[in-house]
């Protein structure tokens, strides 16, 4: 959360470019409709959902899942922390919670 915290102020040199689109309209791969969720461009190596207004990444290894996201414009970030793999995909799970904190 202290990282989100950084981000949404960016209170470091290098948060700014998390904003900066890098690639507009790509195809990263997270593009499902049936949940609202179209992550179409990138940052500095984040994905930007500009339907829900967010910046998040998630990252999977052999036993556990992460995500991180965050909208500096609401000062709302989630962390979904995960020490098992699950069929449900963290990243999943956490832009869900955005979308009901809302």
Same mark, same amino acid.
């Given at each position: 959360m202290k990282f989100a915290q950084m981000q949404m102020a960016i209170s470091h040199p290098f948060a700014e470019y998390t904003y900066?689109?890098?690639? #507009?309209?790509v195809?990263?791969?997270?593009?499902?409709? #049936?949940?609202?969720i179209n992550s179409?461009?990138?940052g500095l190596c984040w994905f930007i959902d500009r339907g829900i207004n967010i910046i998040?990444?998630?990252g999977t290894v052999d036993t !556990?899942?992460?995500?991180?996201? !965050?909208?500096k414009d609401?000062?709302?970030a989630v962390v979904v922390l995960s020490n098992i793999r699950s069929r449900i995909p963290s990243?999943?799970?956490g832009l869900?919670?955005?979308?009901e904190l809302r």
């Open positions: 900066r689109v890098w690639a #507009n309209d195809d990263t791969g997270f593009y499902f409709p #049936n949940l609202g179409d461009a990138m998040w990444h998630g !556990f899942e992460t995500f991180a996201g !965050f909208d609401e000062d709302m990243w999943v799970i869900q919670i955005f979308k």
